[in-house]
């Protein structure tokens, strides 16, 4: 007779193990995170685009789930150059190409959905009109224009009667990401872009249903949610926030943990597939501003994903402990198409080079070599 397992053997899960995340079958629990590169031009994805999800996409060497780049949903959503949109008959046969490649490697993809609301340039907006936001308050932060990083253009406030216009275009932009073969959306609400700058009381000075108190401010997040879900399905969207971080000028929430702890506990009932945790500030520290996490999680019953500079050994902690179900890499999966096989064989990363983050072709991009074996796929 076999000795019993330990109990620990039986009931910790790895970063290694399947999950079910809403009706998506992750083989494993490595996400990749979204990345904008700026490689569309004309707002169009390229072939270019779909060789490089494809080389992240095997599960057996890369992602279990990859979420793709930001995507406007709008021409008034956007705020960079060369970033792809999803709402065109256009851009979705372009994306087709992508999510058909993915595929072929067995791999899943959502994508990410986006408007950038103040974080724009009057270049980037249809008819040169002013970005829009919650309130007509100037972000300090930069947008990339013709090839430079640039200060964003001061918006004006939407009005109320343009909101329900606002969430048909999330609702459009889900339906062609669905019609694109995208496995699933994400809908984008942190980092500082529209959403987020209804969220907080830092930006949403709103009088009036879509601003205030905590009801007002996480209005426009929820009815988006309703929408993209009614388009995409429940079990096939999920949401990024990034509770404490300031980046994009936004600042802080004067309370952080109550308002973030209303926006799921409100969205509760549309029981959605997964929860995207940037912790701490996006791409920086992780602990500068208290923040409980665990106590935001009691709100959710979906899969709980976490991101933000995580090392190996802080991943399959994170995920053996249970304080998460998976775990997100951005930056590492530029130059480690092959990730996931570095992870499960503890093999060193290599480093990505800043120079080519955004713009360019294929060096920096796609020329990445994977040291994983290849695999038949
Ligand atoms: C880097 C450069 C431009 C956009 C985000 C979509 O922070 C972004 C982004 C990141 O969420």
Redesign the pocket.
């Known amino acids: 007779m076999n000795p019993a397992p330990h109990p620990a053997q039986t009931t910790r899960p790895s970063l290694f193990d399947p999950l079910m995340v809403g009706e998506l079958h992750l083989q494993n629990r490595v996400v990749m995170a979204?990345?904008?590169r700026?490689r569309a031009p004309g707002t169009v994805p390229t072939a270019m685009m779909a060789t490089y999800y494809a080389q992240r996409a095997d599960p057996a060497t890369g992602a279990g789930l990859i979420i793709s780049?930001?995507s406007q949903i709008s021409p008034q959503g956007q705020?960079?150059q060369d970033?792809p949109g999803i709402f065109s008959s256009d851009q979705v046969a372009a994306w087709r190409v992508v999510t058909d490649a993915v595929h072929q490697r067995g791999g899943l993809i959502a994508c990410?959905l986006?408007h950038v609301g103040r974080i724009s340039h009057e270049r980037l907006q249809p008819g040169g009109g002013q970005p829009v936001s919650s309130s007509a308050r100037t972000a300090a932060s930069r947008?990339?224009v013709d090839g430079e990083f640039i200060a964003c253009s001061p918006p004006r406030a939407l009005r109320d009667d343009e909101l329900p216009g606002i969430v048909a275009d999330y609702a459009h932009a889900a339906r062609c990401a669905m019609d694109a073969g995208f496995d699933a959306v994400e809908v984008?609400a942190?980092?500082?872009?529209l959403l987020e700058q209804f969220l907080r009381d830092s930006l949403n000075d709103r009088e009036g249903a879509w601003g205030g108190g905590l009801d007002g401010r996480t209005r426009l997040l929820t009815e988006v949610l309703q929408a993209v879900a009614h388009e995409a399905g429940s079990g096939r969207t999920g949401l990024r926030l990034s509770p404490v971080s300031p980046?994009?000028g936004l600042g802080q929430d004067s309370q952080p943990q109550a308002l973030y702890e209303h926006v799921l506990a409100r969205l509760a009932p549309l029981n959605l597939a997964f929860a995207h945790l940037v912790e701490g500030t996006?791409?920086g520290a992780r602990d500068e501003v208290p923040f409980d996490h665990a106590a935001l999680r009691r709100h959710f019953a979906g899969a709980w994903v976490v991101n933000n500079g995580y090392t190996r050994e802080m991943a399959l902690q994170a995920v053996e402990d249970g304080r998460a179900d998976a775990v997100a890499f951005g930056r590492p999966f530029i130059a480690n198409p092959d990730l996931g096989w570095r992870l499960r064989h503890q093999q060193p990363w290599a480093d990505a080079d800043r120079q080519t983050?955004?713009r360019g072709g294929e060096r920096g991009y796609t020329d990445y070599p994977a040291v994983a074996p290849t695999t038949s796929a």
């Open positions: 979204p990345l904008t700026n780049e930001a705020g960079y970033t990410q986006w947008v990339m984008h942190a980092n500082g872009y980046v994009n996006t791409g983050f955004y």
